[in-house]
């Protein structure tokens, strides 16, 4: 599945269905993983509405099942949802965690739905009052830099600089690099953050959006495109999906800036399918509709 393969993984994941075994005998990860295969199928062949059919089906099944099967069958319908555009229903999905879930994981969500909506002041709204201190906001570093709470994300800097956390410090110290205008910096530092993180999973595409962005910034707008298109060349699975779109929508972005319309007409029509389920507030939605485009 993560190659993009997806008829030899179906023929796994029948053979596994096949012998009958019981989701709750599974890890929960793994049965988690196998009740939403379909979706993730659906999601690759660009038919949203089958997958979020199927994501309804299996939520619905979750709510008898064990409080450790249900917080991750929870987590992983947040993100399809996410994924889907399905902003309210992600934000509903989340207030059935059980209630030994940490609430900052929780409000690190919240945060992601707001995001997704495009209000840069709700955000900061929000962060601001969630978390106030660097520990607190430790896993929140790249949302506090798009909101523009630059302070805090210093210290969050700084926090993992001191607690040697390569992964945060690599990539929350290039954003913030960005952020200031530090390009050559930035992009040193967020090449660095891209050999860390998989290409094909949400951490792994925003820091591929932000390197891009500071190439960019420093007057290479073919080597942002050739970037964004070969992390976005297949879809990821649909946990990641959120992020992927926001990749594509970056390069559509990219491609109209370098001149290349036909090329970003095409990105959009492909967005436009994918998030033809979504809330009408979703922001990629939202421009879609605005700009006509994506028809």
Known sequence: MEHGDLAPARRHVERARALGVPL???QADSAVWLA???ANEAWWIDDPRRALTIADTFAAEV???????????????????LSLGRLEQAGEILETMPSWVDARIINQQRGRVIALRGD???????????FRTAEEARSVASNLMDAGLLRLAREVVEYNRRHRHQLGYEWYAGQLALADGRIDEAIRQLTTASNLFAGTSSQGLKIARQLADAHYAAGSLDHAVRLLEDVTRQPVELIHGWEWLRTRDRLSELYRNAGRSVEADAVDRQLATLLAVADDDHFIKRRLTQTGRGH
């Open 120 to 130: 840069r002041e709700a955000l900061a709204a929000f962060l601001s009052k969630h």
């Open 36 to 38: 939403l295969f379909d």
């Open 63 to 81: 709510p008898p099942l064990s409080e450790e099967f249900r917080e991750r069958a929870t987590m992983y319908l947040f993100f399809t949802y």
């Open 24 to 26: 709750t005998h599974y």
